[in-house]
Each structure stands twice: as structure tokens, then as C-alpha cells.
């Protein structure tokens, strides 16, 4: 039996490149499925990802144009992961095999033959790997490594330079399902479920058409919460520096009696004011880090639905009722 595959693609706002890069996808398909490596079932699926634009739209005219054309949509914008999420929960009942691909055609497609013959060698999690950063800029470049080696430092094991670029099969996910959470990291989250996993690496392209959703801030706010579900490191270093902070606090302690004690304590008032912003600088950070996971806690409990599908293309209506 051949596999069925199904390629999860997120998409927000993308009006300008899928016209581009959707008859990329189905050629690949095509030629998969002519040279008998996976079933002729499989499916490009598309999530919509709350788009503003014509994007819902291109996919639906997609849909009537090829039946191997599918599609969600989210009922709003979600994120890039909660997207991936989404495809992949839909996708898992339906197929032997996943890969998630970012849709403006910087994830080199050909890598996807590849993963098959990783997948058909007998492993379930393949993971993209970025061998070259040349067509991102410096500055993302630098940002983006120094994470990955932060996030590893902090305890939590991702696969270096691996974004979302990857192969999973039915197996994993159905495992994977059971991870409840609703802060979700995916790249830092499939190394957790384990299965048997290898790499596969490929030249990250320039983007074909619009624009990156991914400023500095969005950024940001992904490796925060990247470091935050998956790592405790960070309250274990509020300890480590609380400690620190008070044996310092207590040798300042010290020194103030022995102050008073040589009749010298009209001076200490520089010290004083010093301790008195340095605690209260740290005490407020270390309040904040804290804040941070009470917060996620906060959202967890609430268990939250992590993405709503508010319509499909009419081929995959079938499979819900
Ligand atoms: N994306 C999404 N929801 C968002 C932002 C982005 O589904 O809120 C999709 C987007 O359409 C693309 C992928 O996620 O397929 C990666 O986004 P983008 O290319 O903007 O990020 P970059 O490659 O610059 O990091
Ligand atoms: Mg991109």
C-alpha cells in the first residue's frame, strides 16, 4: 500500500504568492504520485489562517480546479503555529504521512523527496533542516541561531535550524494529540512525543512574492513562549540569583552593624540607596518571569479550544460526517 500524504500548508494573507506557488506544490504531488511513492488520496491541504485578503477565496477556486487541492480556514488569525496545528489534527485521521511547508516558497520543495525516502527507510519524524541562512538578512540570521542556542541552553531540545519544515506520520500525531497544551511551540514539541527521527537539510530560498509576518516582535514573542513552555530554567535562575542577591543582602546586613558598632553610620547612605534600587530592580524582574508562567498557567487551565475550523472545501466534507 502505498502512502497517503498530506501537505499542511499555513497561509495569512497570501494572496500575492499562492497563485505562484500552489501549481509548484501540485506539480510536486503529481510527480510523486506518477512515480508510485505515495497513494494517489493525498491531498495539498491549505489552512487559511484568518486571512484579510483573497486568500480563503483563491483556495476554494483551487478546490474546483484539481481535486487534490483542499482546504480549512480558521474562524480568525491564530499564528503560524496554531495553523500548522490545525492542518495536522485535521490531517492525522485521513493519511499516512504529514509535512508541514511554509507556502511563499522559501522551504525548497525538492527536499520533500528526500524526507519520503526517509520516511520509507523507516523513520517517522523528519525534520528540515536550514543548511544555509545566505538569503536571510544578518541580523535575522544572527537572531534566529542565537535563540536556538538559548533555547538548548535552557534545557529545552529543539533541532538546530529546524522551523516547521517537516514529515510526520499518522503514528506520531496520533500521539501527539494527547499533548493538551495550548501554548504550543511544535519544533520544540516533537522531539518530546520521540519516535524514531532523522534530518534532512535544504537551502532556505528567498520568499517569492509579499511580505514576511514575522517582524522582531512577533518574533520575540515566539522565542519567549518557545523558552516559557518548554523550560523552567528560567525560575530555577531567579533561585540561583535570589540566592546570590541574598547572601549579598546579608554580608550588606553585616556590614551595617559593624557600621554602627564603630559609630561611622552616617555614611552607608550611597550603599543603601544602592541595594535599595538593585533588590528592587531584580525583585521586579524576577516578579515579572514568574507572572510570565502563572500566566501561562492561567491559560492552560482554561483549556481553551487551540483552533476553530470554520469552513472546508467541499472534498473534505466528507470526512466529518
Ligand atoms: N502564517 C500564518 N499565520 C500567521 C503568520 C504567518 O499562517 O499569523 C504563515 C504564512 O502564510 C507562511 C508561514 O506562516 O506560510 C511563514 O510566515 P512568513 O513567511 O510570514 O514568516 P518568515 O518566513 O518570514 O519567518
Ligand atoms: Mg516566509
Not at 493525498?42 to 489552512?47: E, G
Not at 525548497?108 to 519524524?125: P, S
Not at 503514528?171 to 527521527?197: C, H, M, T, W, Y
Not at 544602592?274 to 530592580?281: E, L, Q, S, V
Amino acid at each position: 500500500m502505498k502512502p497517503i500524504l498530506f501537505i499542511i500548508i499555513p497561509c495569512y494573507n497570501e494572496e500575492t504568492v499562492l497563485p505562484i506557488t500552489s501549481p509548484l506544490f501540485l506539480e510536486k504531488l503529481n510527480k510523486l504520485i506518477s512515480e508510485e511513492k505515495i497513494s494517489s488520496e493525498s491531498r495539498i491541504l491549505f489552512v487559511n489562517d484568518g486571512s484579510k485578503d483573497n486568500t480563503w477565496n483563491i483556495i476554494l477556486e483551487l478546490s474546483e480546479t484539481d481535486v487534490h487541492y483542499a482546504g480549512i480556514s480558521q474562524s480568525r488569525n491564530r499564528g503560524h503555529q496554531n495553523a500548522v496545528l490545525a492542518g495536522l489534527m485535521e490531517a492525522k485521521d485521513h493519511c499516512d504521512i504529514t509535512i508541514s511547508i511554509d507556502c511563499d516558497g522559501q522551504d525548497d520543495i525538492n527536499a520533500i523527496d528526500e524526507m519520503l525516502n526517509q520516511f520509507l527507510a523507516g523513520y517517522e519524524v523528519v525534520y528540515g533542516i536550514r543548511s544555509k541562512r545566505e538569503t536571510d538578512t544578518f541580523f535575522k540570521r544572527y537572531t534566529a541561531e542565537s535563540f536556538y542556542k538559548l533555547l538548548n541552553w535552557m534545557g529545552a531540545e529543539v533541532v538546530y535550524n529546524h522551523a516547521d519544515y517537516r514529515l510526520v506520520s499518522s503514528r506520531v500525531l496520533q500521539a501527539f494529540s494527547d499533548f493538551r497544551e495550548v501554548n504550543i511551540f511544535l519544533r520544540g514539541l516533537f522531539p518530546l512525543v520521540g519516535f524514531k527521527s532523522t534530518n534532512v537539510y535544504y537551502e532556505r530560498q528567498e520568499r517569492i512574492a509579499g511580505e514576511s509576518h514575522y517582524p522582531l516582535s512577533k518574533m520575540l514573542s515566539l522565542a519567549f513562549d518557545g523558552i516559557t513552555s518548554l523550560s523552567i530554567k528560567p525560575i530555577r535562575l531567579i533561585t540561583g540569583i535570589g540566592g546570590i542577591i541574598a547572601a549579598l543582602s546579608f554580608a550588606g546586613v553585616g556590614y551595617s552593624i559593624v557600621s554602627h558598632l564603630l559609630g561611622r553610620t552616617v555614611t552607608g547612605w550611597t550603599s543603601m540607596i544602592f541595594f535599595i534600587c538593585f533588590i528592587g530592580g531584580i525583585q521586579l524582574i524576577c516578579l515579572g518571569v514568574i507572572g510570565e508562567y502563572i500566566g501561562k498557567i492561567y491559560l492552560e487551565t482554561k483549556q481553551r479550544p487551540r483552533y476553530i475550523i470554520s469552513e472546508r472545501t467541499k472534498n473534505l466534507m466528507f470526512h466529518k460526517n
